[in-house]
């Protein structure tokens, strides 16, 4: 059995995992990241928890077929710099280069995080039959990433796709973090739906979440907004609807260009399950061009959580090499 190592570089931890050639994680090892942290200093820890899952697998470095790492951050599509990380307060870095100093005889390959997840539940998770997949990260900001024909795919830049900064509203007010309006990060993360939270509860009506969400702290749990549209709240069905307005705009975009084959969509709003996905496809099916005629794909959850990340990693010296078996 030939084995591979997948890297999750995160801004809080690194998942290092040791992967077999059916895409399963056999063993994992984690440390903090602990940034701001020299990328000398990161490759240590990285280092440090590879040599441990050789060691208690008894594996010599050599029957590692490669070595993968998913950054939060650009990376360059031909010398695999790693040009800017903001979490981890890192530009510049070189880290296949770091990491093939301490590993000289094994393959080395580096993506961004988001197409490491999209590209493992391509290969052994929700995507797995499929021949292209779209995938949607809702949570802080949307993000994501597109394979087609099993490769990430990475357009004229090489830098891939921005979901989160289609346009999705031309007579937007709010500002997004790029400085455009009316893109779909600005209504379908847990910033937007705090935001249209507020708003639909400013007139004074009556609302379960009108004591349950404290406008003043930071955060904001999505969790209760869905279950009290789930209980049939007013005020909380007319957030998911907007919600859904939106996110069934940019996935009606994608579809009508590329027509994926299938839809996920992942991130934390994404464990909303059945209240978000039920009215998503209803609406995405109603407003897709010949969605009668040319049916709009299946829209789904991830399955395999932070394991994704991991097993993309760890495949990416497979790119373009057709490995899946069906299921
Ligand atoms: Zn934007």
Known sequence: MAYSIGIDLGGTNIVVGLVDE???????????????RSAESLTDSIASCIEKLLARHHLPVKQLQAIGIGVPGVVHPETGELLHATNLFLKNVDFPGLIRARFPEVT????????????????????????????????????????????????????????????????????CSCGQRGCLEVYTTIRGLKRMTREALSGGRASVLRDRVDFAEPSFNAR?????????????????????????????????????????????????????????????????VSG???????????????????????????EGLDMRTPA
């Open 108 to 175: 080395v390959c580096i993506a961004n995080d988001a197409d490491c997840a999209v590209f493992g539940e391509y290969l052994a998770g929700a995507a797995r039959n499929y021949k292209s997949a779209l995938m949607l990260t809702l949570g802080t900001g949307v993000g994501g990433g597109f394979i087609l024909e099993n490769r990430i795919f990475r357009g004229a830049t090489g830098f891939g796709i921005e979901p989160g900064h289609m346009a999705v509203e031309t007579e937007g007010t709010v500002e």
């Open 22 to 36: 059916s895409c399963a994680v056999v063993d994992r090892e984690s440390a903090k990241t602990r940034a701001p």
């Open 224 to 288: 209760l907004l869905f279950e009290a549209a789930a209980r049939g709240d007013v005020v909380a069905n007319e957030v998911l609807d907007r919600f859904v307005h939106y996110l069934a705009i940019g996935i009606r975009n994608f579809v009508v260009l590329y027509r994926p084959h299938i839809i996920l969509l992942g991130g934390g709003i994404s464990h909303a399950g059945d209240v978000l996905l039920k009215p998503l496809r209803a609406k995405v099916a109603r407003t897709t």
């Open 292 to 318: 009668d005629v040319l049916p709009p794909p299946p829209i789904e959850c991830c399955r395999l959580g932070n394991d994704a990340g991991v097993i993309g990693a760890a495949m990416l010296h497979r």
